[in-house]
């Protein structure tokens, strides 16, 4: 039997030998997840791990019933103790319930960074495990705290090098604005029912707002002229959003104002954006988030107001590839150690130790290759420098230190080689 991985999923691999496989190398992973944990913590945000499941109630109630995710995509499963649980498809859910139970939902900035699990259909851009970096930023109304998570992903992407990225926003409103706009969205669509396709005709009452972000094009037509959730904010809500635009530009962040931007979980109120970048095909959205103030009382907690965002790293990773941003290849490997001979496999094994205590990468070859073969291979791994040790090397404590970029060979005694890969 020959097991091959699941559907919609990927390795993460040293080198992926297919060219189209390149942003699933690991060296990449790791760079952008440091440049993630960085940023997070200048913009005073802490870590938080919840466990990979939850309970599935918490996800129907939370996301909400008719969204895509809770109809179709979750990965729902009982126990031995025939209790539901789902994979965690989103982040924001299982953060709140953590904050909720331990009874920390006065002021709080936390981030996570790990893998959601939806049921997608296959696609470019779509996998059914994939990995988001996020952030809530809980006790806080303010629409300085709105202006201040966008700015972050912002900043992340812009430092990661990408360019070209559209910042789609908009306000939802709260629930009486969205009351009113629903009311007046349902009744500039109900002549055009008939025409609408078949999962806008099955949101027209359930969920009416996200047929504005219907990609059909028969739905796209008829939206075209709709009335804007813009005009239905009250003088509170409006001046919140103005707020929020007004602290974006001053800070040089460009936008575009975009009522159809609704965003597919129930949650959210107020401030909604996204980020989308030119160089991913249709999934182009990197992502994306907003203000759920009415989530935390909703899920049992105190009325908290909150912010947050998700943003996939498969297409940041993706995005960066396609523009030619720097990304750095695999680990740079300082020193590989060629010992020839048994009797110098001891000594060099203990040199080794000494210097990767003095934090050299340094490797050294255990399987007795030819001397020629362990040259190649030193290429190969592209090490900087290489010393051969023989029973020769041993006797007179000297051995030659080979640049394999320039080809030089310098001779050092071998008590001062660690010394010596200190400074080159
Ligand atoms: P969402 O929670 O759907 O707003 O997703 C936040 C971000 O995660 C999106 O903007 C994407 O970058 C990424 N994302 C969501 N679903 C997937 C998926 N199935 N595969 C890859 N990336 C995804």
Same mark, same amino acid.
């Given at each position: 039997?020959?097991?091959?991985?699941?559907?919609?999923?990927?390795?993460?691999?040293?080198?992926?030998?297919?060219?189209?496989?390149?942003?699933?190398?690991?060296?990449?992973?790791?760079?952008?997840?440091?440049?993630?944990?960085?940023?997070?913590?200048?913009?005073?945000?802490?870590?938080?791990?919840?466990?990979?499941?939850?309970?599935?109630?918490?996800?129907?109630?939370?996301?909400?019933?008719?969204?895509?995710?809770?109809?179709?995509?979750?990965?729902?499963?009982?126990?031995?103790?025939?209790?539901?649980?789902?994979?965690?498809?989103?982040?924001?859910?299982?953060?709140?319930?953590?904050?909720?139970?331990?009874?920390?939902?006065?002021?709080?900035?936390?981030?996570?960074?790990?893998?959601?699990?939806?049921?997608?259909?296959?696609?470019?851009?779509?996998?059914?495990?994939?990995?988001?970096?996020?952030?809530?930023?809980?006790?806080?109304?303010?629409?300085?705290?709105?202006?201040?998570?966008?700015?972050?992903?912002?900043?992340?992407?812009?430092?990661?090098?990408?360019?070209?990225?559209?910042?789609?926003?908009?306000?939802?409103?709260?629930?009486?604005?969205?009351?009113?706009?629903?009311?007046?969205?349902?009744?500039?669509?109900?002549?055009?029912?008939?025409?609408?396709?078949?999962?806008?005709?099955?949101?027209?009452?359930?969920?009416?707002? #996200?047929? $504005? +972000?219907?990609?059909?094009?028969?739905?796209? @037509? %008829? /939206?075209?002229?709709?009335?804007?959730?813009?005009?239905? &904010?009250?003088?509170?809500?409006?001046?919140?959003?103005?707020?929020?635009?007004?602290?974006?530009?001053?800070?040089?962040?460009?936008?575009?104002?975009?009522?159809?931007?609704? #965003?597919? $979980? +129930?949650?959210?109120?107020?401030?909604?954006? @996204? %980020? /989308?970048?030119?160089?991913?095909?249709?999934?182009?959205? &990197?992502?994306?988030?907003?203000?759920?103030?009415?989530?935390?009382?909703?899920?049992?907690?105190?009325?908290?107001?909150?912010?947050?965002?998700?943003?996939?790293?498969?297409?940041?990773?993706?995005?960066?590839?396609?523009?030619?941003?720097?990304?750095?290849?695999?680990?740079?490997?300082?020193?590989?150690?060629?010992?020839?001979?048994?009797?110098?496999?001891?000594?060099?094994?203990?040199?080794?130790?000494?210097?990767?205590?003095?934090?050299?990468?340094?490797?050294?070859?255990?399987?007795?290759?030819?001397?020629?073969?362990?040259?190649?291979?030193?290429?190969?791994?592209?090490?900087?420098?290489?010393?051969?040790?023989?029973?020769?090397?041993?006797?007179?404590?000297?051995?030659?230190?080979?640049?394999?970029?320039?080809?030089?060979?310098?001779?050092?005694?071998?008590?001062?080689?660690?010394?010596?890969?200190?400074?080159?």
């Amino acid at each position: 039997m020959e097991y091959r991985i699941a559907k919609g999923v990927f390795d993460i691999l040293p080198h992926d030998p297919d060219t189209k496989g390149r942003w699933r190398s690991s060296a990449y992973w790791h760079y952008v997840e440091k440049q993630i944990h960085e940023i997070a913590r200048e913009f005073g945000f802490s870590e938080i791990r919840t466990p990979l499941f939850e309970s599935t109630e918490l996800f129907t109630r939370s996301i909400g019933a008719t969204s895509d995710i809770v109809t179709k995509e979750m990965y729902t499963f009982f126990d031995k103790a025939n209790r539901s649980l789902t994979l965690r498809p989103e982040g924001t859910a299982p953060v709140m319930r953590s904050l909720i139970e331990k009874k920390l939902c006065t002021q709080q900035k936390v981030y996570y960074l790990y893998s959601m699990f939806r049921y997608e259909r296959q696609q470019a851009g779509r996998y059914r495990q994939h990995h988001q970096f996020g952030i809530e930023a809980v006790g806080n109304a303010s629409p300085y705290q709105d202006a201040e998570g966008i700015i972050l992903l912002y900043t992340l992407l812009t430092r990661l090098g990408l360019k070209n990225l559209t910042l789609h926003l908009n306000s939802i409103g709260d629930s009486i604005d969205r009351n009113a706009y629903r009311t007046a969205l349902q009744n500039f669509l109900k002549p055009y029912f008939k025409c609408l396709s078949v999962e806008s005709q099955a949101r027209f009452e359930t969920n009416p707002l #996200r047929i $504005l +972000d219907s990609k059909d094009s028969r739905d796209i @037509e %008829i /939206t075209q002229n709709a009335p804007f959730i813009l005009e239905f &904010l009250r003088d509170e809500t409006k001046s919140h959003f103005e707020t929020v635009c007004a602290l974006l530009k001053n800070e040089g962040v460009y936008f575009n104002v975009n009522p159809k931007l609704v #965003r597919g $979980l +129930d949650y959210y109120n107020r401030t909604v954006f @996204e %980020i /989308t970048s030119e160089h991913l095909g249709a999934q182009n959205a &990197l992502g994306g988030g907003g203000r759920y103030d009415g989530l935390i009382k909703d899920l049992g907690g105190p009325d908290t107001p909150a912010f947050g965002f998700g943003a996939g790293l498969e297409r940041i990773i993706q995005a960066m590839l396609a523009q030619g941003a720097y990304l750095p290849e695999e680990g740079i490997l300082q020193l590989y150690m060629i010992p020839l001979g048994e009797k110098a496999f001891a000594p060099s094994f203990h040199l080794l130790n000494q210097l990767r205590n003095q934090h050299i990468v340094a490797q050294m070859d255990f399987s007795e290759k030819k001397l020629k073969s362990a040259m190649k291979f030193a290429n190969q791994i592209k090490a900087q420098y290489v010393v051969v040790i023989g029973e020769e090397e041993l006797k007179t404590g000297k051995i030659s230190l080979k640049n394999m970029k320039t080809g030089e060979n310098k001779e050092v005694s071998i008590d001062q080689l660690v010394e010596t890969m200190k400074h080159v």
